[in-house]
């Protein structure tokens, strides 16, 4: 049984929780997954929701094709995000509406890195890691 990601996760990102209107800027997508695999606050991974605003609104009209979804696992396997990370894409509702979610585990043997660049989460917010 399915329950609602917005119920489960909350309406806010946070280090664990980020959000993206859509899925244009893979670049975007990826930094995210390396993010939540690096795990800095030490939360066990976290949540990228494909198909929700920054203000943790769905947008609706998301395409959540067997095809669409295939893009997001191929991001895991194109070697540009290495070590490669654990994750699970899969479709669920948000607020009652379908998201695309990617379940990302934390890494086993960090950091991980995407086009050789650590990025981090140390709050609700994606950005390259320090040398610290």
Request: glycine share 8%.
């Amino acid at each position: 049984m399915s329950s609602d990601l917005a119920e489960l996760l909350g309406t806010q990102e946070t280090a664990a929780l980020e959000f993206k209107r859509e899925a244009k800027d893979r670049n975007a997508i990826r930094k995210a997954i390396c993010a939540l695999a690096n795990d800095l606050p030490r939360l066990g991974g976290g949540d990228l929701l494909v198909g929700v605003d920054k203000q943790g609104r769905p947008v609706g009209g998301l395409d959540t094709s067997d095809e669409a979804l295939l893009t997001f696992t191929s991001i895991r396997d194109e070697g540009r995000i290495l070590d490669r990370p654990s994750m699970v894409v899969s479709v669920e509702p948000y607020q009652g509406v379908p998201v695309i979610r990617v379940r990302v585990s934390a890494s086993h043997t960090p950091p991980v890195r995407f086009d050789n660049i650590v990025y981090v989460r140390p709050g609700p917010s994606t950005r390259a890691a320090s040398e610290t």
